[in-house]
């Protein structure tokens, strides 16, 4: 079945580097843009990035731009995210979600994984 | 950026009871609006798209109206099952972006 499944959590030092991955399964990934969002504990959900289907545009949060790196690798059906200089405010549940729209991301976000914890604490 | 009001966010209901959440954007967005349904625990799950538009397998109790800059999520007759955080959110624009989350909880 459609799956999405994140690895890569754990507890980070400030300043530290962390790489999530999201492995996908159940579909064509190579034809889909692809999403992180990130909640932290007890609050709402905030985007942080998006990397087109063929790895051609990238955006990013605000909060995260010059840190965090988006990339995926098509031929491993996986998706990653670099995070560098963590810092307190970046501790959350990480999600990488499915863009509904094939190629462009112009839809909503139809498929999620289960998220994986970053808590960076010294 | 697109802001996001989301209202109310503590809403105290009883199975059975119609009710309704609302979403005001800072910026007209057509109606490329989502709502997505999460319980304690879990992932955001998809409930509604292109503001009015049932995801596949949602409940037909769910319903979405609204373009521009005002948007409406209402459920007909709440069940058990629908005790959780909904959350609205643009895909018009990047940054894409959430409202604040409406909690429903058993009165």
């Known amino acids: 079945q459609v799956q999405l499944v994140e690895s890569g959590g754990g507890v980070v030092q400030p300043g530290r580097s962390l790489r999530l991955s999201c492995a996908a399964s159940?579909?064509?990934?190579?034809?889909?843009?692809m999403h992180w969002v990130r909640q932290a504990p007890g609050k709402g959900l905030e985007w942080v990035a998006v990397?087109?289907?063929?790895?051609?545009?990238?955006y990013y949060a605000d909060s995260v731009k010059g840190r965090f790196t988006i990339s995926r690798d098509n031929s491993k059906n996986t998706l990653y995210l670099q995070m560098n200089s963590l810092r307190a405010e970046d501790t959350a549940v990480y999600y990488c979600?499915?863009?509904?729209?094939?190629?462009?991301?112009?839809?909503?976000?139809?498929?999620w994984g289960q998220g994986t914890m970053v808590t960076v604490s010294s | 950026v697109i802001w996001m009001t989301q209202s109310p966010s503590l809403l105290s209901a009883s199975t059975g009871d119609r009710v309704t959440i609302s979403c005001r954007m800072s910026q007209g967005i057509s109606s490329y609006l989502a709502w997505y349904q999460q319980k304690p625990g879990k992932a955001p799950e998809l409930l509604i798209y292109a503001a009015s538009t049932l995801q596949s397998g949602v409940p037909s109790r769910f319903s979405g109206s609204g373009s521009g800059t005002d948007f409406t999520l209402t459920i007909s007759c709440l069940q058990s099952e629908d005790f959780a955080t909904y959350y609205c959110?643009?895909?018009?624009?990047?940054?894409?972006?959430f409202g604040q989350g409406t909690k429903v909880e058993i009165k």
């Open positions: 979600a499915r863009d509904s729209d094939y190629y462009d991301p112009r839809g909503a976000f139809d498929i």
């Open positions: 159940g579909f064509t990934f190579s034809s889909y843009g």
């Open positions: 959110q643009q895909y018009y624009s990047f940054p894409r972006t």
């Open positions: 990397i087109w289907y063929d790895g051609s545009n990238k």
